[in-house]
C-alpha cells in the first residue's frame, strides 16, 4: 500500500528520533511485562507452595495463622495437638496418609521441623513435584538432618557437616543444644518453598533434645541426659505443632474437615490449603498491584513522548503535508500518514520490549530463584500479556488520531506559506 511505504520512508527520513522513540516505548513495555511476568510467577509460586494435601490440622486458631506457622514457618502455634489425637484422626479409614510437623527450634535463624520419613514421601509442591536430594539422603540416625537449599548455601554448609541447633526461633540464641549435635546426611534440590529454608530432623530427635528441658531451661548440669542416654529413652513425642492430611477420596474432604473441627477431646482446627492460600494472597498482593500501577504509568509516559515528538514535528512537517497535498494526496491520506506512523513506532516499540524483556528475563532466571525463591517459566507469552501488548498498540493509534486531525485539517496555503 503506497501510504504505508511513505509513512515508513518518512520514518526512517526522522530516523534518529523515531529510534529514541521506539527504545523509550521499548523499555517502558519491558518493565510492564517483567512486572507482569514477576507477579504471575510469585502468585503461582505461592499458590504452589503446597501441591497435593487435603487438609492441615492444627490447634484451634485461625486458618491464615495455621497456614503462616505450618507451612511459611511464620510466627507460632497457639497450642499443640497431643500425639494421640494426632494418632487417632491419621489412622482414619478415610485417611490415606499424614505428615508430622513439630516446631520451636531454629538453626542460625533458620526454623527447625520436627518429622517423620512420610514427609519425604508425601509433600508435594508446584503440581506434583517430590521433595528430590541434591546430595545424600533421609536422615538414618536419631541426630541425623536434613537441609534446605537455602540453609545449605548461606552457612555453606556440606553432607557431613555438624550442627548444633538452639532452643526458640531467634536468630540469636543462647539457649543451645550442644550435648546433641546433629549431622548432615542430605540436602534437598530448590524448590523456590518454604521448605528450602528449613532444617529437617526426627520427631524422635526433637523430642531428644528436649528431654532435660522443663519451661524454656535446661537442667542443671548434673542432672542432664547425654546423647546416648537418650537413645535408650521412650521418644515418642507428646504433642505436635500440626499435622497434614492427604485423603484418599476428594469426596471426603469436606466431611473430614467438619469432624476435626467439631473434634470434642480438644480444640482443632482442619483447613483446605488452597483456600487459604488464596486467603493470604487476598491479603499479601496489594503491592503488586500497585506495582503493575506504576510500569502501566511508565508505558502511558513512552507513548505520551511519542505523542509529543510527533506534535512537535508537525511544524517541521507543514510544508511536506502541503506538497503532499498538492501532487494529488486526499486529507484522509494525510489522517492515515500519520496514524500508521504512531503505530509503526508503537508496534516496533512493543516487539523491542518483549524481546528485550525474554531475554532479561532467561539471564535472570538463576539470579531469582537463588535470592527470591521465585521460578520464571520464560516459554512463551500469556494470553493476558499478549492483550496488554496489543493494547498499547490501540492507544499508540488512538494518541497518533490527535496529530493525524491536526495535520488534515491544515490547509494547503497555510502549508506553502514561507514564515520568517
Known amino acids: 500500500m503506497p501510504v504505508i511505504a511513505l509513512a515508513l520512508k518518512s520514518l526512517w527520513n526522522r530516523r534518529t ?42 490447634a484451634r486458631s485461625g486458618p491464615i495463622n495455621l497456614l503462616l506457622y505450618s507451612i511459611f514457618r511464620i510466627g507460632d502455634a497457639t497450642a499443640n495437638v497431643t500425639w494421640q489425637s494426632y494418632q487417632k484422626i491419621a489412622k482414619h479409614p478415610d485417611v490415606a496418609w499424614a505428615i508430622p510437623i513439630s516446631l520451636g527450634d531454629s538453626h542460625q535463624g533458620f526454623r527447625v521441623m520436627g518429622t517423620t520419613l512420610d514427609y519425604f514421601a508425601h509433600y508435594r509442591f508446584a503440581g506434583d513435584r517430590q521433595l528430590k536430594f541434591a546430595v545424600g539422603s533421609a536422615w538414618t540416625d536419631l541426630y541425623d538432618t536434613v537441609l534446605g537449599a537455602d540453609v545449605a548455601s548461606q552457612l555453606h554448609y556440606r553432607v557431613g557437616d555438624a550442627i548444633v541447633l538452639a532452643h526458640g526461633i531467634g536468630n540469636v540464641s543462647f539457649a543451645q543444644h550442644k550435648d546433641k549435635p546433629f549431622r548432615v546426611t542430605g540436602i534437598l534440590q530448590r524448590t523456590g518453598t518454604p521448605v528450602d529454608r528449613t532444617v529437617h530432623v526426627s520427631l524422635e530427635a526433637i523430642t531428644a533434645i528436649h528431654l532435660d528441658w522443663q519451661t524454656g531451661a535446661q537442667a542443671p548440669v548434673g542432672s542432664r541426659i547425654s546423647a546416648d542416654a537418650a537413645r535408650q529413652k521412650d521418644l515418642t513425642p507428646d504433642s505436635i505443632t500440626a499435622f497434614i ?29 488452597g483456600v487459604a492460600l488464596q486467603q493470604l494472597w487476598s491479603m499479601v498482593g496489594v503491592p503488586d498491584q500497585a506495582l503493575l500501577l506504576i510500569a502501566a504509568c511508565v508505558v502511558l509516559a513512552g507513548l505520551l513522548g511519542m505523542l509529543t515528538a510527533i506534535l512537535t514535528s508537525l511544524e ?13 494526496a486526499r486529507p484522509q491520506h494525510i489522517f492515515l500518514l500519520l496514524i500508521l506512523e504512531a503505530g509503526f513506532l508503537a508496534l516496533m516499540g512493543v516487539l523491542s520490549g518483549t524481546v528485550l524483556t525474554l531475554g532479561l528475563l532467561i539471564g535472570a532466571q538463576r539470579f531469582v530463584i537463588d535470592h527470591f525463591g521465585i521460578v520464571l517459566a520464560v516459554t512463551r507469552l500469556r494470553p493476558t500479556e499478549l492483550e496488554i501488548l496489543a493494547g498499547i498498540v490501540l492507544a499508540a493509534l488512538a494518541m497518533g488520531a490527535i496529530p493525524a486531525w491536526r495535520a488534515y485539517r491544515n490547509s494547503l496555503a497555510d502549508g506553502l506559506t514561507i514564515r520568517a
Not at 485423603?247 to 483446605?272: C, D, G, H, W
Not at 517541521?316 to 494529488?328: C, D, F, P, W
Open 316 to 328: 517541521e512537517r507543514r510544508r511536506e503535508m502541503a506538497i503532499l497535498r498538492s501532487v494529488g
Open 245 to 273: 492430611l492427604g485423603m484418599k477420596s476428594k469426596v471426603t474432604v469436606f466431611l473430614m474437615q467438619r469432624a476435626v473441627n467439631e473434634y470434642t477431646e480438644e480444640p482443632l482446627l482442619a483447613i483446605i490449603p
Open 17 to 58: 528520533t523515531a529510534a529514541l522513540t521506539i527504545t523509550a516505548i521499548a523499555i517502558s513495555v519491558t518493565l510492564l511485562l517483567g512486572v507482569q511476568e514477576l507477579r504471575t510467577a510469585a502468585r503461582e509460586g505461592f499458590a504452589s507452595t503446597i501441591s497435593g494435601a487435603d487438609l492441615i490440622v492444627g
